[in-house]
């Protein structure tokens, strides 16, 4: 082999330099550091969702103890941090590690094939500086590029939609430029996008109205963790950032738990704790009351109570109604009542893919990962040398990821020390008669209903489950063997 294919082929290809990516360089150059490595990263940045999204007040849905890494404490003051903070904190994480020397930015992953003959994947990147496609292969290949599409939002078919004289903007391509004074602004959706946009936009716009087809749950907080704070200066810092993130994760767990074993009880609380923030002169019921149960869709965090703030005091609302055509100056509904605009904000939710609009073959062939099965979330029957990494829908993301990386690491160990070059799940003769189920149950929001089918599927027994619950997981990819009867070693 030339000195030039050598330097195109690592042990493990990491494409993503997002939250995922950086913790996955991490956990390999620790856990693994015999493997050599290399990140491919579309963009010109690291950072994935917290450098690409732009629009006013983003900021975390979750605390930071338990959506920073396990390995790195976060020591600023506010748990719930914007966007910046965020960036800033993978940035310092990366270059303190020196994952930023091992990131190659501005190379768009487009195909991964794997060679049978060669044990390794071949992995085309395209330079989106240049257009030149250039080839790595690898042996191991690590997901880490996020489950939805970077080129663009979800927009319905708005009827009329040519027809507005103003800016529609999607949060997902914010502009520098936009000018919000004294204009009315209309956001569509009730998300935690629309959640943090509407209070922002209020502080400029001469009024911002929140257009909901049905209501969300909320859940108001303060951004400053005050016990976290208190512990951190008595106690060194990472004791106290693992004490509050213990404490974080074992509440998140109780309140989903509790929400599924006592849904009534608990939508009552939450639906009681809006009626208090908001004070009366509020439709409760018809804007605040959602018509599921809790956590069967991702309960929204309001930050210090700003959303509510907004509206007491009049400069933001909320209508609960349906669309029925865009108008020249702003939007007709169902009911006949109409919102006049000069801007609409379509915070319409995200475009789901499956492992990063990458195109997958298997010796030339397609590969249709809705026919798979998931092996412990993380892989994919009958695909080799493959993980991908995929967070919490119901408690913070890098909780899993982190548990994904380790596990991982213990598989390319585990491999180093048998001479394996090759892993793949593969269903036991008893599996082939599993009823198959959804990749994840008992969550219905519109981005993951509109793209389940293209996921695979769960199956009914370990290790073809990807279950959401951190304590079963830290079991299963912690504790489980690695040479489990399922994956299978060459």
């Not at 963009?43 to 790195?72: A, C, K, N, Q, V």
């Not at 998140?252 to 738990?257: A, D, H, I, K, P």
Request: glycine share 8%.
């Amino acid at each position: 082999m030339s000195a030039a294919a050598r330097a195109d082929h690592v042990d493990v290809l990491i494409v993503g330099a997002g939250i995922s990516g950086i913790g996955a360089a991490w956990h390999l150059q620790h856990r693994s550091p015999n493997r050599s490595f290399a990140i491919l990263e579309g963009r010109d940045d690291l950072g994935g969702t917290w450098s690409l999204f732009r629009y006013p007040g983003i900021r975390s849905d979750s605390d930071m103890h338990t959506l920073g890494f396990e390995f790195r404490p976060w020591i600023a003051d506010k748990a719930i941090a914007d966007g910046p903070a965020i960036l800033q904190y993978l940035r310092d994480t990366a270059r303190e590690s020196h994952i930023t020397d091992r990131i190659r930015f501005g190379h768009l992953v487009e195909t991964a094939d794997w060679s049978s003959a060669d044990r390794h994947w071949v992995v085309t990147a395209r330079r989106t500086d240049s257009g030149e496609r250039v080839t790595i292969t690898c042996g191991y290949l690590f997901m880490c590029s996020g489950y939805y599409s970077y080129r663009h939002g979800y927009e319905p078919e708005f009827p009329g939609r040519e027809r507005f004289g103003g800016p529609i903007v999607h949060p997902q391509d914010w502009p520098d430029d936009l000018d919000l004074s004294g204009r009315r602004v209309v956001v569509i959706g009730s998300g935690a996008t629309a959640i943090t946009l509407v209070p922002q936009l209020a502080r400029r716009a001469a009024h911002v109205t929140m257009l909901q087809r049905s209501p969300t749950y909320l859940v108001s907080r303060p951004d400053v963790d005050r016990l976290a704070n208190w512990l951190r200066r008595l106690l060194p810092a990472m004791v106290a950032y693992r004490i509050t993130r213990f404490k974080n994760t074992m509440f998140q767990r109780f309140f989903y738990r509790r929400s599924q074993a006592r849904p009534e009880e608990v939508k009552e609380y939450l639906v009681g704790k809006v009626r208090d923030q908001l004070g009366p002169g509020f439709d409760v019921e018809r804007h605040f009351t959602p018509s599921y149960g809790p956590w069967d869709q991702r309960v929204c965090l309001v930050t210090n109570g700003d959303l509510f703030t907004a509206m007491r005091e009049g400069a933001a609302s909320v209508v609960t109604d349906h669309i029925a055509t865009f108008t020249e100056n702003g939007i007709d509904l169902e009911s006949g009542e109409r919102i006049d605009a000069d801007v609409i904000v379509t915070a319409t939710g995200l475009d789901l893919v499956t492992l990063g609009e990458v195109a997958f073959t298997l010796d030339g062939e397609p590969i249709d990962f809705s026919r798979t099965w998931t092996y412990k979330g993380l892989a994919y029957s009958d695909v080799p040398n493959l993980a991908s990494s995929f967070g919490y829908i119901n408690a913070s993301w890098t909780l899993r990821t982190d548990l994904i990386c380790e596990y991982v690491c213990r598989l390319l160990n585990h491999m180093e020390s048998i001479g394996a070059t090759e892993c793949t799940p593969r269903l036991r003769p008893g599996d082939s008669t599993m009823a198959p189920r959804r990749w994840i149950e008992g969550f219905t929001p519109g981005y993951m209903n509109r793209y389940m089918d293209h996921l695979p599927r769960q199956g009914d027994r370990e290790p073809w489950i990807n279950p959401q619950d951190y304590q079963h997981d830290r079991r299963l990819f912690r504790k489980s063997h690695v040479d489990d009867g399922v994956m299978q070693f060459r």
